[in-house]
Every structure is written in structure tokens, then in C-alpha cells.
């Protein structure tokens, strides 16, 4: 491939690109230099290590996720904001699911905002139920977790029984959504 300028965004674009070809094991900084047309140690221009370049993909996921959640939230509220923050997050993962195992579960300074833009749509969603914050929060969790949990063990084949997944995952919603009316 033909040497080409480099930033740290383009960096991120081909990680991005390689782990969604390779699985997140893919991800090497000799794997994103090749692809860029770079000897390796150009990359530390742009990237201190591998380590702050998943924490970068990481942060493009967050993004990503609450770019979708959020545009599913848009003018719904309650039980129907719930249903479609948990579809748009599930759907994000079926279509993304290397992506998706690349994402750091705990925080990191460079998904805060991301992150923090994430939560601020999940509580928005959670308005309605009239939570105070302790409970907005545990609330919050419970979401994630539950969404979180399907989602990973869905892309890992981890469902073997011959049940409808769709019909699961709307069982799945509809217990959240009680849990959520049984605390208001």
C-alpha cells in the first residue's frame, strides 16, 4: 500500500475497519501500520500504544451506540423509550459485533464523553418513571446489564434452545419495563 499522511482519527478508521474484518484480536499497531502504509513506529506520532488505541475504538463504539440509542429515544418516553434504547443497542450489536467485543466495559477517560452522553439518553428514557436519582441509576444499570448480557451471549451463539431470540429479547424487555413500573 502506498505511504499516505496519517492522523490519529485515521488510525482509529482503520483499527475500526480491522477489527470489524478480524475480531478485536486483530488489532495489533504492526496490523494498523501495514493497512496505513507506515512502519510502526510512525503510528507512535499518533497513538502512544495499543492500549490508548482500543481506548480510542473503544470510544468510536460509545459513540456509536449512543448516536443509535439516542436517534431511537427521539420523542418517546417511558415504556416505549425503554424499548427502543434496548432494540437500538441490540440491533447496533448484531450489525457490529467485533466492534462491539472491542468496546472496554470500564470506564476510560476517552469514553467519558461518549459515555457520559450514553447515560445522559438512558436517563432521559427513565424520566418518565418518576425515579429519583439512586434509583435512576440502579435503573441504568439494570438496562445496560440486561441489554449487555443478551447481546454478548446472542453474538457468541450462546442461545442453543430453538425459542424465537426476537421473542426472548421482547420477554426480556417487558420484565425490565415491570421492574421499572414496580419502582415508581
Request: hydrophobic fraction near 50%.
Given at each position: 500500500m502506498a505511504k499516505r499522511t496519517l492522523s490519529t482519527e485515521g488510525a482509529v478508521d482503520i483499527a475500526v475497519r480491522l477489527v470489524d474484518e478480524r475480531g478485536p484480536a486483530g488489532l495489533t499497531l504492526s496490523a494498523v501500520a501495514a493497512e496505513a502504509g507506515v512502519a510502526t513506529p510512525s503510528l507512535y506520532k499518533h497513538v502512544s500504544n495499543l492500549a490508548e488505541l482500543r481506548a480510542l475504538v473503544s470510544a468510536r463504539v460509545v459513540a456509536e451506540i449512543a448516536d443509535r440509542v439516542?436517534?431511537?429515544a427521539i420523542g418517546r418516553a417511558a415504556d416505549d423509550a425503554i424499548r427502543a434504547c434496548m432494540h437500538a443497542w441490540r440491533d447496533y450489536v448484531k450489525e457490529r459485533p467485533h466492534r462491539y467485543a472491542a468496546m472496554i466495559q470500564h470506564p476510560e477517560p476517552h469514553t467519558n464523553s461518549a459515555g457520559e452522553r450514553l447515560l445522559d439518553i438512558v436517563f432521559g428514557a427513565?424520566?418518565?418513571y418518576g425515579l429519583d436519582a439512586a434509583d435512576t441509576v440502579h435503573a441504568t444499570r439494570?438496562?445496560?446489564?440486561?441489554?449487555?448480557g443478551f447481546t454478548v451471549l446472542e453474538a457468541e451463539g450462546g442461545f442453543g434452545l430453538p425459542e424465537?431470540?426476537?421473542?426472548?429479547f421482547d420477554l426480556m424487555i417487558a420484565m425490565v419495563i415491570a421492574g421499572l413500573r414496580a419502582r415508581t
Open positions: 439516542g436517534a431511537a427513565l424520566r418518565a439494570c438496562v445496560r446489564a440486561a441489554v449487555h424465537n431470540l426476537d421473542d426472548s
